[in-house]
């Protein structure tokens, strides 16, 4: 069963490699490697999955290609397909954690990645025009689409996602023109996933509260798997929304407390800075994090903090997905949830197209950069026209970026 599926882990490995722009570039390099090259999803299920891991907590992007896994292999292949996606990502910031007194951080991001992020609004533009084909169809659907698009740009907020896919669900069943045509066998409910999830959630609290007080020689792993399992447990909007929280759990609570912190705010955004460079997903700040407040005891130490550290992030997201989907095949059978599809599907188009305004302000912040926006058209037009290899596309990018400057 597993060599059947080589050639789709392989895929997924290359994706880890060349997925940059954070969630907002991953969709689109789903697009063309999942849906265009190998067809593992369609268009459909791709908005489906994605829009199904936007109301979770934890990163909806490595959720929803593990989806992706699921279909094809069941749960054992999801797993797989974590691993591998999240591997390349956790090595390289695990050793940042070991190297960041060494490098030049600033230079990393100016030279070699000096076009990713234009490059990753290249990806988000054609991944919403291809949805855009499939989904958006009415009045109805683009006017939902539209109030997507200005609701994220104008209200920063991670909470916005779960709540524009509540208000489009409920406008979308104002119509009763959609009827529910093909009912499939219902799924399996694994209860034992939210059983595991509520019981690692208390264990994790107890263990960690009994290492600080009783003063454990090495509490403060303990206390990095309750704050990582926590964080990962309760966090929407990706990587970015975990940096308050880390800020606040291993800076600024132990100065309070009259401790030494985990690591001073310029670690911290160290670690920030080089991520948005990196390719995966950028909740593999975690390992670095994890890295760097075990750094104080040694080299064997500050590994089992990285390690630690990237467990309890995906953790809880992974128990939470797979108890949840389930239910959620289940439920979508039923006549109201969907008719709520239609107008789900219609947002997260408006919310990947408002992703993409959104990086391409940031990056003209300072003022209008004209090679920015060329390398937009640039990138949506080898996806668009070409048959060239989402790898080679981004890989170019890299090698004119390194060579230019």
């Given at each position: 069963?597993?060599?059947r599926?080589?050639p789709?882990?392989?895929?997924?490995?290359?994706?880890?490699?060349?997925?940059f722009?954070?969630?907002?570039?991953?969709i689109?390099?789903?697009?063309?490697?999942?849906?265009?090259?190998?067809?593992d999803?369609?268009e459909?299920?791709?908005?489906?999955?994605n829009?199904f891991?936007?109301?979770?907590p934890?990163p909806?992007?490595?959720?929803?290609?593990?989806l992706?896994g699921?279909?094809?292999g069941g749960?054992?292949l999801?797993?797989l397909t974590?691993?591998i996606?999240?591997?390349p990502?956790?090595l390289l910031m695990?050793?940042?954690?070991?190297?960041?007194y060494?490098?030049?951080t600033?230079?990393?991001?100016?030279?070699?990645?000096?076009?990713?992020?234009?490059?990753?609004?290249?990806?988000v533009?054609?991944?919403a025009m291809?949805m855009?084909?499939?989904?958006?169809?009415?009045?109805?659907t683009?006017?939902i689409?539209?109030?997507g698009?200005?609701a994220?740009?104008?209200?920063?907020?991670?909470?916005?996602?779960?709540i524009?896919?509540?208000?489009?669900g409920?406008?979308?069943?104002?119509?009763?023109?959609?009827i529910?045509?093909q009912?499939?066998?219902p799924?399996?409910?694994?209860?034992?996933?939210?059983?595991?999830?509520?019981l690692?959630f208390?264990?994790?609290?107890?263990?960690?509260e009994i290492a600080?007080?009783?003063?454990?020689?090495?509490?403060?792993l303990?206390?990095?798997?309750?704050n990582?399992?926590?964080?990962?447990s309760t966090?929407f909007?990706?990587?970015?929304?975990?940096?308050?929280m880390?800020?606040?759990?291993?800076?600024n609570?132990?100065l309070?407390?009259?401790?030494?912190?985990?690591?001073t705010?310029?670690?911290?955004?160290?670690?920030?800075?080089?991520?948005?460079a990196?390719?995966?997903?950028?909740f593999?700040?975690?390992?670095y994090?994890?890295g760097?407040?075990?750094?104080t005891?040694g080299?064997?130490?500050q590994?089992?903090g990285?390690?630690?550290s990237?467990?309890?992030?995906?953790?809880?997201?992974?128990?939470?997905?797979?108890?949840?989907?389930?239910?959620?095949?289940?439920l979508?059978?039923?006549?109201i949830?969907?008719?709520?599809?239609e107008?789900?599907?219609a947002?997260?188009?408006?919310?990947?197209?408002?992703?993409?305004?959104?990086?391409?302000?940031?990056?003209?912040r300072?003022?209008?950069?004209?090679?920015?926006l060329?390398v937009?058209?640039?990138?949506?037009?080898?996806l668009?026209?070409s048959?060239?290899?989402?790898?080679?596309?981004v890989?170019g990018?890299?090698?004119?970026?390194?060579?230019?400057?």
């Amino acid at each position: 069963m597993l060599f059947r599926h080589i050639p789709f882990l392989k895929a997924v490995f290359a994706y880890s490699l060349t997925a940059f722009g954070g969630p907002q570039g991953h969709i689109g390099m789903m697009v063309k490697t999942f849906v265009q090259k190998r067809k593992d999803v369609t268009e459909e299920e791709l908005v489906e999955y994605n829009a199904f891991c936007q109301m979770l907590p934890g990163p909806s992007s490595t959720q929803t290609v593990m989806l992706i896994g699921w279909k094809r292999g069941g749960i054992p292949l999801a797993i797989l397909t974590l691993l591998i996606w999240i591997l390349p990502a956790t090595l390289l910031m695990s050793a940042l954690s070991f190297l960041v007194y060494y490098i030049d951080t600033r230079n990393v991001q100016t030279n070699l990645f000096l076009y990713v992020k234009p490059m990753s609004v290249g990806f988000v533009c054609y991944a919403a025009m291809r949805m855009m084909r499939k989904s958006v169809r009415n009045i109805a659907t683009y006017g939902i689409m539209a109030g997507g698009i200005l609701a994220t740009v104008l209200i920063r907020s991670p909470w916005i996602f779960p709540i524009l896919l509540v208000v489009a669900g409920f406008i979308s069943n104002f119509s009763d023109k959609r009827i529910v045509t093909q009912v499939s066998k219902p799924k399996p409910i694994r209860w034992i996933n939210i059983w595991l999830f509520v019981l690692v959630f208390l264990i994790a609290g107890i263990l960690s509260e009994i290492a600080r007080r009783q003063h454990w020689e090495h509490r403060r792993l303990f206390n990095l798997f309750e704050n990582f399992y926590r964080f990962g447990s309760t966090v929407f909007g990706g990587g970015q929304a975990l940096i308050p929280m880390m800020l606040a759990q291993f800076v600024n609570l132990p100065l309070k407390r009259g401790h030494n912190p985990y690591m001073t705010s310029g670690e911290l955004m160290t670690g920030f800075g080089v991520v948005q460079a990196m390719p995966g997903p950028v909740f593999s700040i975690c390992a670095y994090t994890g890295g760097i407040a075990m750094s104080t005891y040694g080299p064997l130490w500050q590994a089992a903090g990285s390690a630690v550290s990237i467990i309890a992030i995906f953790l809880p997201s992974t128990l939470l997905l797979f108890f949840l989907f389930p239910i959620y095949q289940n439920l979508k059978q039923h006549v109201i949830i969907y008719r709520a599809l239609e107008g789900i599907n219609a947002v997260i188009v408006g919310v990947i197209w408002a992703s993409g305004i959104i990086l391409f302000m940031e990056i003209n912040r300072t003022g209008f950069d004209f090679m920015s926006l060329v390398v937009v058209i640039i990138t949506f037009c080898l996806l668009q026209f070409s048959k060239i290899p989402a790898p080679l596309i981004v890989l170019g990018w890299l090698l004119l970026g390194w060579t230019l400057h």
